[in-house]
């Protein structure tokens, strides 16, 4: 049984968000970035399964930079392999989204014979599709995405699916099968420095692409920051005077 | 004019409302609206269509496969209904159901997608969409011309925005061959109403990932016990194990709708506002000035919630 695990690196959402000169894409030159945190999720789902069944985990991860540190942490985690797909980076060209790295991930899915794939259900920047459901349409395998629970059976896997309002279903789906995971059975282990220095020296297995990006509508896409000049009154002063006046508004509701 | 194929999502005999809040989203700019529907049988079809407004026409599918929602034979029924009618448009929610199948259904089509769509409008054979990324702090305008799947938000139309139809939609059945599905739908789960039931909240606390762990959520229910109010958390809290799954609003977890909904550390991402945005008063504390929340909330604080939520918790105990 091998599990592939994608992992992607995402904006620090809290960091102050600014837009390049043409709106194409984000200003990525001092932006902090991340694991994405539902593909963090991902990456701990596989390595619980592997320590119930004695899968095999690989990480994958498809970056311009930021790869190898990514794939290390994976590996302090619990991984066995990893690979990282190098790309260039086009200064003119805004970000890859995850519909343009699809044939790239599709490819070395398809290299690495993998029986089950787990990514985060979403990332923030999805604009023109979620990564799992356009990976198992052009592999051709059954998906589920927003799914908290995995068992594995041989070749079967079982899948809880979550829905709004609390409601969720039970799936059973043939292998091989990719999965968007929404939260992993236990929350994401953590991993002491000392075990993150054991692969500081490693060297991370890369490729670069071999296939082409797939299209999408990037270029046809003008980002703005939102009109701020409407919402919330805002409240200012110390801490004491913000409770005070929440206090105050609250009093004058009868909410206390 | 151009035709827009709705997705008909439903769970437990109920049509979801998000979908016709697309018909009047689609309506809206002009689109002519049609409709598919997945269901066991015709007896559930008909109950479906029932509930529908905006809709010409609904093409329905029915197998035993399709009795719950399951998403490998719903895409295969979806896939041979867009091949064969070829609408300029195909509307999902953007729900866990309409997750699954726009971009597959994008991929195996041929078609752009775009989803986290709040806006759409027409203009000849130009189709242009907003939509809400990284999390709601930045909007995307994405022009199309071609063929295309979009993923509309909840809440982006009012559906009494189109005049009630007098009659029932027209019912198309199309017979599909499913045998290629391998998801089976084992069981079905309902919510869990034995413990907390965050939609009878009359206050609600919530926290969000900036709580920072577990070892500092006893000053949200400090807080939260001295407002009288129900501890709730983002799904990053959820996810990290912070807070029971009963605790958790938004798209994945509960809809509120409380007298007052008080926020810390709390972005207010699209699928966060999505089970909360109708709630009466919502005050949002946030160290972020860019965060969305603060287009939503009522009153907002730019501040540092850990030295904040201390001290109104000390007026509402009377300390101050």
Known sequence: MHIVTILRLNPVLTDELELADDGMDIDREWIGVELNPLDDQALEQAVLLKEQTGAKVTALACEAEGGEKLLKTALARGADDVLLIRLEQDEDAPSPSSRARMPLLVDAINNLSADLVLTGVLSTDDLYGELAPQLAASLGWPQASAISDVTL????????????????????????????????????????????RDFLTLQVPDQHPTVNFASDLSRETRLELPDTSVGAEMIEGSADVIAERIHKILSEKGLV | MMRALIFVEHLDGTVSDAVNEMAALAAGAGLICQGIICAGDANAINALAGQLNGFETVVAITDASLTNYNPAST????????????????????????????????????????????????????????????????????????????????????????????????????????????????????????GLDLSKSEKIFCVGRALGGIEKLEIAASLAASLGADLAGSRPVIDAGWMPKAHQVGKSGTKVKPKLYLMAGVSGAPEHLEGMADSELIIALNSDEQAPIFNKAHFGALCDMFEVLPALTKRLQGET
């Open chain 2, 75 to 194: 895409l295969i029924a979806l896939e041979s209904v867009v091949s064969s009618l070829a609408p300029d448009i195909v509307m999902t929610s953007y729900s866990t159901a309409g997750v699954d199948l726009a971009a597959a259904l994008a991929v195996k089509t041929g078609r752009e997608m775009v989803g986290y769509v709040s806006e759409l409008s027409v203009k000849g054979d130009e189709i242009e969409v907003a939509s809400q990324i990284y999390g709601g702090k930045l909007i995307a305008r994405t022009k199309l011309s071609g063929h295309s799947v979009l993923a509309i938000m909840p809440g982006a139309a009012k559906p009494d925005a189109v005049a009630q139809m007098s009659t029932a939609p027209e019912v198309r059945m199309m017979q599909v061959d499913l045998s290629a599905n391998r998801i089976r739908v084992k069981e079905v789960i309902a919510p869990d109403t034995t």
């Open chain 1, 153 to 196: 059976d041989g070749k079967v896997i079982t899948v809880r699916q979550e829905y709004a309002g609390g409601m969720a279903a039970y799936l059973e789906m043939d292998l091989p099968a990719v999965i968007g995971l929404q939260t992993a059975t236990k929350p994401p282990r953590y991993v002491a420095g000392s075990k993150l």
